[in-house]
């Protein structure tokens, strides 16, 4: 909670500090509608940012990151980590946020 506040003040959001979330383990910064989501999320290893990519077709979306230079680390569930030329790990994942279909982008 402490966290969320504090990241809420470096990026100007407001922190959603409510109990009642779907998964305690996080907490949402919230912006406007058309911003990037941004969770905190508790976790067992060492802090550092994230990135979870939204898609609704996640195995062309896999394919056209690696074509940029990404590598498939591990297929989890509905989800596949990824690992960006510069080491750092992402997912790319199912649409969670309500506006996906209306604000996505659409690539050739």
């Given at each position: ?94 649409p969670i946020r309500s506006d996906f279909k209306d604000n996505s982008n659409q690539w050739e």
């Amino acid at each position: 909670r402490e966290l969320a506040k504090f990241w809420g003040g470096v990026l100007g959001l407001e922190p959603d500090l409510r109990e009642d979330q779907d998964d305690p383990r996080y907490l949402h910064l919230n912006g406007r509608p058309d911003d990037p989501k941004i969770l905190l999320q508790r976790v067992d290893h060492p802090s550092r940012v994230h990135f979870d990519i939204e898609t609704d077709d996640i195995d062309a979306e896999v394919m056209r990151l690696e074509k940029l230079g990404a590598k498939i680390i591990e297929r989890v569930e509905t989800w596949v980590v990824m690992e960006a030329p510069s080491k750092h790990r992402f997912c790319v994942i199912n649409p969670i946020r309500s506006d996906f279909k209306d604000n996505s982008n659409q690539w050739e």
